[in-house]
C-alpha cells in the first residue's frame, strides 16, 4: 500500500468516528449531568456537555489503531518507535487527567504535578528535546551550524514544552470551536510539514488528530452543541507538541527545529501574555481571568464567530510562515495568501472595533 494512503486513511478514519460518537457522548453527558454551566468568565449562556474530548481521543485512536493493523508503522527505524509509543501513550494519559478533571474537578497543581510526571516518563522513551537553534546564524559568521546542544536541560524543556502547550491549548478553549479549530489547523500544517521531512510516524499522528479535530468542529462551532472539556484539550495540546518533538525538533536542521514553535505561536504567545500579565498584577498564573486574546477582542465588540475566525486566519498565518521556512514548494505562495487574508481580516476586525466604539 502507497505510504501516503496510510495517512489518508488516519484523518478519514478518525473524522468518521468524531461525528458518529460526539452525539452519542453528548446524549449521555446530559443524562448524568456532565455540563459545564455559565458563569461571569464564561460566554455561553446554558449548560453545555462538556465531555466531547472523548470523541476526538476515540477517533484518533482508532485511526491510529487501525493504521498499525494495516501495517503503516512497520516501516519506521527501531529509534523512532519508542517516540511514536510515547507521544500515543503520553496523549492517553494526558486525556485521562484532563478527563478526571472533568469529572471530578482536580486542583490545579495536583493536575499540574501529574503532566510533569507523564512528560517526564515520555522523556525517558524518547520524546526528548535534544538541541535548540539560533537562527540565521549564518548570516553572523559564527563558528558553528546554528544548532546548540542543550545536555542535561533536555529533560527539563522537554517537559516545559509538552506541559505547557497542552494547557496552553486548554487556556484557549474559551470559544465555541476555536481550540479545535486551531489544533485542527495545526494539526494538518504539521502533517503537510512532516510528510515533506520524510517523517511518517509523525505525520501519522498528525493526520488523525487533524481528523478528529476537524471532525469535531461539526458539533462545536458557534454555536457550539457541545465542549471537548480538559480531556480533549490536553490531549491535543500534548500531542501537537510531541508530534513537533518526534518530527520536526528530531531534525537536525536549523529551521526544523523552530517550525513546531512557530506553528504553535498563537496558543504558545496567548498563554505566555496571560502569564506575564497575572504576575505583573501580583495574582496566580492559575488564577482564570478574562485577558486572553479572544476575551479582548470580544472586549472590543467583535462578534464571537469573527474572533474565532480572526484567530483561525492567524494560526493559519503562521503555519504557513512555517510552511515556507521549511522549504515546502509553493510554501512561499501560501504564505503569500495567508498574509494577504489575515490583512483583510485585520483590516475588518478593526473596522468593527471602531464603529463599535
Known amino acids: 500500500m502507497p505510504i501516503h494512503l496510510y495517512h489518508l486513511i488516519a484523518f478519514l478514519l478518525s473524522m468518521t468516528v468524531v461525528l458518529w460518537c460526539t452525539p452519542v457522548i453528548k446524549t449521555l453527558g446530559v443524562k448524568n449531568g456532565y455540563v459545564d454551566h455559565p458563569n461571569e468568565r464564561k460566554v455561553h ?3 453545555m456537555v462538556r465531555l466531547g474530548g472523548i470523541s476526538i481521543f476515540a477517533g484518533t485512536i482508532a485511526a491510529l489503531t487501525v493504521v498499525w493493523g494495516l501495517g503503516g508503522f512497520m516501516s519506521l527505524p527501531p529509534n523512532m518507535e519508542w517516540g511514536i509509543w510515547g507521544v500515543t501513550l503520553g496523549g492517553c494519559a494526558f486525556f485521562l487527567i484532563g478527563l478526571a478533571d472533568d469529572l471530578f474537578n482536580l486542583t490545579p497543581m495536583s493536575r499540574l504535578f501529574m503532566q510533569i510526571i507523564i512528560a517526564t516518563i515520555c522523556w525517558f522513551m524518547g520524546v526528548k528535546i535534544e538541541f535548540l537553534s539560533l537562527p540565521f546564524v549564518e548570516f553572523l559568521s559564527l ?3 546554528g544548532l546548540i546542544q542543550i545536555d542535561w536541560l533536555s529533560l527539563p524543556a522537554t517537559v516545559i514544552w509538552l506541559v505547557g502547550m497542552a494547557n496552553a491549548i486548554n487556556w484557549i478553549d474559551g470559544l465555541d470551536g476555536l481550540a479545535a479549530g486551531v489544533s485542527g ?7 503537510v510539514v512532516t510528510l515533506f521531512m520524510n517523517q511518517y510516524g509523525a505525520a501519522l499522528i498528525a493526520a488523525a488528530l487533524a ?3 476537524l471532525g469535531f468542529l461539526r458539533y462545536n462551532f458557534n454555536p457550539a452543541q457541545i465542549f471537548m472539556g480538559d480531556g480533549g484539550s490536553y490531549f491535543m495540546g500534548f500531542t501537537l507538541a510531541g508530534i513537533g518533538v518526534i518530527g520536526l525538533v528530531k ?3 536549523v529551521t526544523a527545529v523552530l517550525l513546531p514553535y512557530l506553528i504553535l505561536a498563537v496558543p504558545l504567545l496567548d498563554m505566555s501574555a496571560v502569564i506575564i500579565s497575572r504576575l505583573k498584577h501580583g495574582k496566580s498564573p492559575f488564577t482564570a481571568d478574562k485577558r486572553h486574546l479572544h476575551h479582548r477582542l470580544l472586549q472590543a465588540g467583535i462578534s464571537q464567530k ?9 494560526t493559519f498565518w503562521v503555519g504557513s510562515l512555517a510552511m515556507a521556512f521549511s522549504g515546502l514548494p509553493g510554501g ?11 490583512s483583510y481580516m485585520s483590516w475588518y476586525v478593526w473596522r468593527n472595533r471602531r464603529v463599535r466604539e
Open 45 to 47: 449562556q446554558r449548560p
Open 143 to 145: 563558528p558553528f551550524d
Open 185 to 191: 489547523i495545526a494539526a494538518v500544517v504539521m502533517l
Open 211 to 213: 481528523g478528529g479535530a
Open 251 to 253: 531534525t537536525t536542521a
Open 306 to 314: 469573527m474572533t474565532v475566525v480572526f484567530i483561525y486566519a492567524l
Open 332 to 342: 512561499g505562495a501560501y504564505a503569500l495568501c495567508a498574509t494577504m487574508l489575515l
